[in-house]
């Protein structure tokens, strides 16, 4: 298949990856953005998106003259092909997914598009905006695709270049074979379908894995109950091919760019079709409760009063990006568990190993520390929230000495007991019973 012109709006996670990956597929992208200090550093291939295989992708392929990088949208999209629109799509007013961006940008290229380019809705959107970016676009000789992503943040590129399935949505074939093939040389299943039909696939398979970790972490609490193992439990059931072992880690809820927004845009759907779906619902409410669950067992051993104030209770958190691997902080669930600590009065302390050089300003919540050692000095306890795996290997002896107590909260079951114990620190994980027993 030869090279095709390809533009991509947007260099966020989605819009940046997808552009690479295009340019070391061989075709020839521009990449627009409108922010003139991100398309210089690009330029120079200073990625600040914290993605393994990313700088070296934009690198090869600014190298190989396959990749540019321009604040101008118009000129981008003028000699394109296939014009990719990689934007973002918040939550809005009520939870619906916000098509500001989008919708501005379908105006913006309009009048510019060639004739015969296919337009591909590379966002997350809800079913229906394949047929409303038509309409803004109104040009009966351009065909708009949509062509959902399935990237996890930290495994982009790969995710990107050996994907699992391919889906396209397009009602002219023609234009979903224009598409199609830009990924020939990638060997993977094809999803050949209607525009609302794989709209719908981005929405339902992230409301899938938000249940599933819903379901796991509700496991978790009866497990303790119980006195079982969630990890034996969780080993047991996912070997089932029926069920698979994926998403089925507890942890102190779930979050990231994704899975928020968009089972909160599908739930907007079903209300507005008419269509009860309790399961959706109740996967969103099991998320809240769990982390509020997990700040009562906070509070039950460090607060004060019959209350279970925090009050001047200083806690040590480790990690505050959404997961391991990234610098994302977005509807990170790490933070959702601090805000509920900060608003029980706990003075918080926060080590994440990708926050060191880039330091956000979350004055209001948490003091960042440059140290995991020193994020502990006072503190009454240390919390686990984001699976960093060097924290396994911290100096938990020097961590002990500076606390005041000696209560590990590891919400992401990462840590050996051993260490701990050692250190004559009490290992608290999900789901697991005996590393509540107190040790040292």
Known sequence: MPARHVAVIGTGYVGLTTGACLAALGHSVVCADADPHKVERLREARVDILEPGLPETVRDALEAGL??????????????????????????????ADLAAVE?????????????????????????TCERVGALLGRADVTVVSNPEFLREGRAVHDFLHPDRIVIGAADRDAARQVADLYSALDAPLVLTDPASAELTKYAANFFLAMKLSFANNLATLCERLGADIADVTEGIGRDPRIGSAFLRPGPGWGGSCLPKDTHALLTVCDQSGVDFPLLRATIETNVTHQRQLVERVAAVCGRG???????????????????????????????????????????????????????DLS??????????????????????????ELRDLDWAAIAARMTGHEVYDFRNLLDADPLARAGLTLQGIGRASTAARVG
């Open 306 to 360: 019959e209350g279970g104030s925090l009050d001047g209770v200083r806690l040590a958190l480790y990690g505050l990006t959404f997961k391991a691997g990234t610098s994302d902080l977005r509807d990170s669930p790490a933070l959702a568990v601090a805000r509920l600590l900060r608003e029980r009065g706990a003075e918080l302390t926060a080590y994440d190993p990708a926050l060191r050089e880039e330091r956000p």
């Open 364 to 389: 209001d919540l948490v003091e960042l520390a440059d140290d995991p050692v020193r994020a502990a000095e006072g503190a009454a306890a240390c919390v686990v929230l984001t699976e960093w795996p």
């Open 67 to 96: 990749l540019e990088f321009t604040g101008d949208t118009a000129a981008a999209v003028a000699e394109a092909d296939v014009v990719f629109l990689c934007l973002p799509t918040p939550m809005g007013a009520g939870g619906a």
């Open 104 to 128: 501005a940008v379908a105006g913006q290229i309009r009048e510019v598009l060639r004739p015969g380019c296919v337009v591909v809705n590379k966002s997350t959107v809800p079913v229906g």
